[in-house]
T-cell receptor, first 112, second 115 residues
Framework: KAGVTQTPRYLIKTRGQQVTLSCSPISGHRSVSWYQQTPGQGLQFLFE???????NKGNFPGRFSGRQFSNSRSEMNVSTLELGDSALYLCASSLLAGDEQFFGPGTRLTVL | AQSVTQPDIHITVSEGASLELRCNYS??????LFWYVQSPGQGLQLLLK??????LVQGIKGFEAEFKRSQSSFNLRKPSVHWSDAAEYFCAVGAQSGATNKLIFGTGTLLAVQP
């Protein structure tokens, strides 16, 4: 069974631009969560989706948004990029909420 | 407030030596507890998890962890470390309610292995 895939793996953007990251969960998994990892703040929860509904959201500004499609694939969008948005963005999927989560390799976003 | 503390930022051990990584948590309800490992440039791999039952849990790669409710701890152990164990290790806590998958992570412990 294929694992969680994230595209693209690397991305370079400039301040003020917007970016969309994609996550394909393990087949059959309906829950997708997103995390931001930075050297200064560590791993922080962004949001989670289950059956196309956002169930929970972390403490991030409204520039960060996401969605989930009917096939459980998820996207997150960051608008008006700031230098501090440079991070590794990790996606995780699980069969149901509360189950073991499997992480993808992440998307490394660099904002110049 | 919910939190996870990993007091050791960096640990160096010799290959073949035993290892213990510390993790303390603060959580209002009975938590799910996890240990993940991250190699450079990679995502997180689950080493083991505690949901309920036996407080000593076995994981992959020869790791084990013990849940001690009275000490709010979930320390990770390995009897003999291999050079390939060099990585960063994260302890995490999640809700048992099943209503959310949100995990709260510790700041991580970077493990170096000396030959």
């Amino acid at each position: 069974k294929a694992g969680v895939t994230q595209t693209p793996r690397y991305l370079i953007k400039t301040r003020g631009q917007q970016v969309t990251l994609s996550c394909s969960p393990i087949s059959g998994h309906r829950s997708v969560s997103w995390y931001q990892q930075t050297p200064g703040q560590g791993l922080q929860f962004l949001f989670e989706y289950f059956s196309e509904t956002q169930r929970n959201k972390g403490n991030f500004p409204g520039r960060f948004s996401g969605r989930q499609f009917s096939n459980s694939r998820s996207e997150m969008n960051v608008s008006t990029l700031e230098l501090g948005d440079s991070a590794l963005y990790l996606c995780a999927s699980s069969l149901l909420a509360g189950d073991e989560q499997f992480f993808g390799p992440g998307t490394r976003l660099t904002v110049l | 407030a919910q939190s996870v503390t990993q007091p050791d930022i960096h640990i160096t051990v010799s290959e073949g030596a035993s290892l213990e990584l510390r993790c303390n948590y603060s959580y209002g309800a009975t938590p799910y507890l996890f240990w993940y490992v991250q190699s450079p440039g990679q995502g997180l791999q689950l080493l083991l998890k505690y949901f309920s039952g036996d407080t000593l849990v076995q994981g992959i790669k020869g790791f084990e962890a013990e849940f001690k409710r009275s000490q709010s701890s979930f320390n990770l152990r390995k009897p003999s470390v291999h050079w390939s164990d060099a990585a960063e290790y994260f302890c995490a806590v999640g809700a048992q309610s099943g209503a959310t998958n949100k995990l709260i992570f510790g700041t991580g412990t970077l493990l170096a292995v000396q030959p």
